[in-house]
Nanobody, 122 residues
Framework: QVQLVESGGGLVQAGGSLRLSCTASTRTFSAYRMGWFRQAPGKEREFVASISRGGFGQYYADSVQGRFTISRDNAKNTVYLQMDSLEPEDTAVYFC???????????????WGQGTQVTVYS
């Protein structure tokens, strides 16, 4: 069982930045591929970014490519999402998730955090 706890959400003006963190309670953090998803009100949860077990491979949704950066520190059991040039359309609850396989779908991930709210105002 893997427990994930996100932090770092908040209220930010358009064009600003936020850094989300997600810490996992497991001794085998490096065995999991990690992802970030988001869910806006009235919309389905959608993929944002993922990172390979060793941190050398990253994959992004087209909507955040070039603005968001995913990274991880396996020594700290933590994955990060640096969000720059934020837009009102980025407003959502952001979730981190862990998976033992490659994928971008919600069903590809087995463990989920409780989410952290990001609100971008213009």
């Amino acid at each position: 069982q893997v427990q994930l706890v996100e932090s770092g959400g908040g209220l930010v003006q358009a064009g600003g930045s936020l850094r989300l963190s997600c810490t996992a309670s497991t001794r085998t953090f490096s065995a999991y591929r990690m992802g970030w998803f988001r869910q806006a009100p009235g919309k389905e949860r959608e993929f944002v970014a993922s990172i390979s077990r060793g941190g050398f491979g990253q994959y992004y949704a087209d909507s955040v490519q070039g603005r968001f950066t995913i990274s991880r520190d396996n020594a700290k059991n933590t994955v990060y999402l640096q969000m720059d040039s934020l837009e009102p359309e980025d407003t959502a609850v952001y979730f981190c998730a862990a998976s033992d396989r490659v994928g971008v779908r919600v069903n590809d991930y087995d463990y989920w955090g409780q989410g952290t709210q990001v609100t971008v105002y213009s």
